[in-house]
């Protein structure tokens, strides 16, 4: 897995970005995970988005129970639905609210880079690959841990090899200290 040190030239930009990241991360709702993304192009923030419901629908908090695989996280703490029942959750990934975002707008973010405070997941990287984004920088590592699938983390390894082989960058931001997220409440999206 290919690091970006802290004595890199380009590590103060990415640190930048990456603590927009973590900032979007805050407006996530999820019972499960919580998730920030951005993408950037020349300077440019093109979009931004946290992983949650589809937008106006009830969020997965305890009182709204927007997502039923997320109620059922808290409903039952000690179900181990790790890797399972994602074909019942109603949440968009960060990444793709990122690049959704962008889209509403007109932006295209082909050539930019995703700055997103986890790795991509398997489905998230092959749409980075389809719009044809340049870098990916990520703060924690994913693992595909679904139990029926030991081949998925094989196949993300094939992806992202892949990916680099176009002379693209993939790379987790190596912090001298956990980056914490800033707090801050944000209204509902309209």
Not at 10 to 34: I, N, P, Q
Not at 143 to 158: I, M, N, Q, S
Not at 163 to 180: C, I, M, S, V
Request: hydrophobic share 35%; charged share 25%.
């Amino acid at each position: 897995m290919e690091l970006i040190e802290g004595g890199a030239p380009t590590w103060r930009k990415h640190d930048f970005y990456m603590r927009l990241a973590l900032v979007v991360e805050t407006g996530a709702r999820c019972l499960g995970s919580r998730v920030g993304a951005a993408v950037v192009r020349g300077d440019r923030v093109l979009g931004t988005g946290y992983n949650g419901t589809p937008s106006g629908f009830p969020n997965c908090t305890p009182a709204e129970r927007g997502c039923h695989r997320c109620a059922l996280r808290y409903d039952e703490p000690n179900a181990d639905l790790t890797g399972r029942l994602y074909d019942i959750c109603l949440c968009v990934h960060a990444e793709q609210n990122a690049l959704a975002t962008a889209a509403r707008f007109g932006v295209a973010a082909e050539g930019g880079t995703l700055y997103t405070t986890v790795q991509p997941c398997f489905n998230c990287l092959k749409e980075v690959m389809q719009v044809g984004l340049r870098a990916v920088v990520f703060l924690r590592p994913w693992t595909a841990r679904h139990p029926d699938y030991g081949w998925v983390e094989g196949e993300y390894r094939r992806l992202v090899a892949h990916y680099r082989e176009r002379g693209n960058l993939f790379a987790r931001l190596a912090t001298d200290q956990p980056l914490e997220p800033v707090e801050v409440e944000l209204g509902r999206p309209s």
